[in-house]
């Protein structure tokens, strides 16, 4: 995958050192649109001096802008932050430290993944379950309906499943496609890969 210029230039102006920092949505997920914008998350660390005391500073650090006519939306959260998330059984954070496009990576960050598989219960499935209902009612509310959400329940319905049946976090779609072999997420996915912006 191409990165663009205005994605590393935004990665390398902040102002503490990443455990990791991947491209999240639509990318990851493998039916991004031309129009799409990129999704980028991260674990950072902060210094002694911000850790130590009564108030925590710089936990989470958003940074939403737009370069070369890219929309370009980065979150990161401070380690103590990403490590309380990910013992909630939250699937949102196993994808991103699983996530194969990675900008920026650390041994600590190798070795997290290691450590994160035995963090992996049947009760990530709620996650799944929850989001793609989440979804599915966004898709019927809506008069005319939108190729996104409804790849977003399949998307999260077939990472759920193929989690909870082999522990491993695939967030991929069309990779999924080829374990699970449903018919019509291919036409879906070219209908959305070359779609109007909405």
Request: proline letters at 6%; one cysteine or more.
């Amino acid at each position: 995958m191409n990165i663009p210029t205005s994605i590393n230039t935004i990665i390398g102006q902040q102002p503490y050192p990443f455990l990791f920092a991947i491209i999240s949505g639509s990318h990851l997920y493998g039916f991004p649109s031309p129009d799409s914008d990129y999704d980028l998350r991260g674990v950072h660390i902060l210094p002694v001096q911000e850790v130590v005391g009564l108030q925590t500073k710089n936990e989470t650090i958003q940074v939403s802008e737009v370069r070369e006519s890219l929309e370009i939306d980065l979150v990161t959260h401070d380690v103590k932050k990403f490590f309380l998330m990910l013992l909630k059984k939250n699937g949102y954070v196993l994808e991103q430290l699983y996530s194969p496009l990675i900008l920026r990576t650390s041994p600590e960050h190798e070795e997290l993944k290691n450590i994160a598989k035995n963090c992996i219960t049947r009760y990530h499935s709620y996650h799944y379950i929850g989001f793609a209902t989440t979804q599915w009612k966004l898709f019927e509310k809506e008069n005319a309906h939108r190729l996104k959400p409804l790849l977003y329940v399949y998307r999260v319905l077939l990472t759920g499943i193929y989690l909870m049946q082999t522990g491993i976090v695939e967030s991929n779609l069309i990779k999924l496609n080829e374990i699970f072999n449903l018919p019509y997420i291919s036409d879906l996915i070219a209908q959305k890969l070359v779609a109007l912006p909405e």
